[in-house]
């Protein structure tokens, strides 16, 4: 499905035609994002944004990861979201531009990509975040998953972040 859409927030797969818009927004909020996700910790620039839009493209063919763009009623670039391959379920993922922040859009976000991966069937979809990321971590809360397990982080680490990431878990309903 391209587009997911609660009224609120439209969530569009990403085109190349993005590339401008993604890194104006990433480079606009560089600290907020990097500080959590190590892909924007060293700076953002077109070179990155190209090859994230290329790989993206990629994982949506092979159905590795379906990647979208969270746009408000406006049409505004308010952050990026996705829903990746994980074992035999999915894991969703987030950022928002910090001015995005506080509104509920990524809470909204990962519901519709909730709803997205019960149509295709996964049985159980994680969300994971390093421990000290507790505005990450109350997503999760928020829609009903429960703390499954912790574990190291397996990547390499953001400034903010502690090396422990808490894994949330939510079954598909019968
Ligand atoms: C993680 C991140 C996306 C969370 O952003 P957020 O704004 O806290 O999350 P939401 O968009 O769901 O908004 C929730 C806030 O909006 C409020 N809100 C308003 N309306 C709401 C609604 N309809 N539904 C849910 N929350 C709502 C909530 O109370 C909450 O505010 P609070 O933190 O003051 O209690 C953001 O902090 C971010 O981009 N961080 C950097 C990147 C990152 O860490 N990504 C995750 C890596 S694991």
């Known amino acids: 499905m391209d587009t997911l859409t609660d009224g609120v927030v439209t969530l ?3 085109r190349p035609e993005d590339l401008d818009l993604l890194v104006a927004t990433v480079a606009a909020s560089l600290e907020h ?5 190590i892909w924007a ?3 953002y620039g077109p070179a990155e944004g190209e090859e994230f839009l290329t790989g993206a493209a990629e994982r949506w063919a092979s159905g590795e990861g379906y990647e979208y ?3 408000t009623a406006d049409r505004t670039l308010a952050g990026g979201c ?5 074992g035999d379920g999915r894991e969703i993922g987030y950022w928002l531009a ?6 509920g859009y990524a809470t909204r976000a990962a519901s519709l990509l909730l709803g997205q991966a ?3 069937g996964t049985p159980h979809v994680t969300i994971l975040h390093d421990e000290l990321n507790t505005r ?16 190291a982080a397996a990547d390499a680490l953001a400034p903010a972040c502690s090396g422990n990431d808490w894994v949330w878990r939510l079954e598909r309903p019968a």
């Open 82 to 86: 996705g829903l990746m391959r994980r």
């Open 136 to 151: 990450s971590g109350a997503i999760p809360q928020r829609l009903g998953f429960t703390l499954h397990h912790k574990e």
């Open 69 to 71: 763009a969270i746009r």
């Open 33 to 37: 994002v990097g500080a959590w996700l």
């Open 41 to 43: 910790t060293n700076g």
């Open 12 to 14: 569009e797969r990403w």
């Open 118 to 120: 019960w149509r295709m």
């Open 98 to 103: 910090k001015s995005y922040t506080g509104h």
